[in-house]
């Protein structure tokens, strides 16, 4: 069993919005921050956005700033990242991972988070 798994993606034209979500399984959910990365073909994974174990601390990437919001609802042990204005360079897998390591989204790195989903895809049409 995966401990995070995301879900939400899809197909969407460009200019479109989706919202992905990241649930977890795992206990203490609220003591880790969630990161969200991104693969496209042919392409290193990229960390696209961050969220401290109670949201009070967030990063976004150059890439989707101003256009996609991290948020995340702690009862529920799930995150989201809210897409709009998607674009054709959007297209890839996300994924969702947690850290419990300090300060994590003020030092974005993809070694530091050790928990992982699956993927879900997403494919922006021109």
């Known amino acids: 069993q995966w401990p995070l798994v995301e879900s939400g993606g899809g197909l969407v034209q460009s200019g479109g919005s989706l919202r992905l979500s990241c649930e977890a399984s795992?206990?203490?959910?609220?003591?880790?921050?969630i990161g969200w990365f991104r693969q496209a073909p042919g392409k290193e994974r990229e960390g696209i956005s961050c969220?401290?174990?109670?949201?009070?601390?967030?990063f976004y990437a150059e890439s989707v700033k101003g256009r996609f919001t991290i948020s995340r609802d702690n009862a529920e042990n799930t995150a989201y990242l809210q897409m709009k204005s998607l674009r054709p360079e959007d297209t890839a897998v996300y994924y969702c991972?947690?850290?419990?390591?300090?300060?994590?989204?003020?030092?974005?790195?993809?070694?530091?988070?050790?928990?992982w989903g699956q993927g879900t895809q997403v494919t922006v049409s021109s």
């Open positions: 991972a947690a850290s419990s390591g300090p300060n994590v989204c003020f030092d974005f790195r993809e070694e530091r988070f050790g928990s």
């Open positions: 795992m206990s203490i959910f609220d003591h880790y921050a």
């Open positions: 969220i401290s174990s109670h949201g009070s601390a967030t």
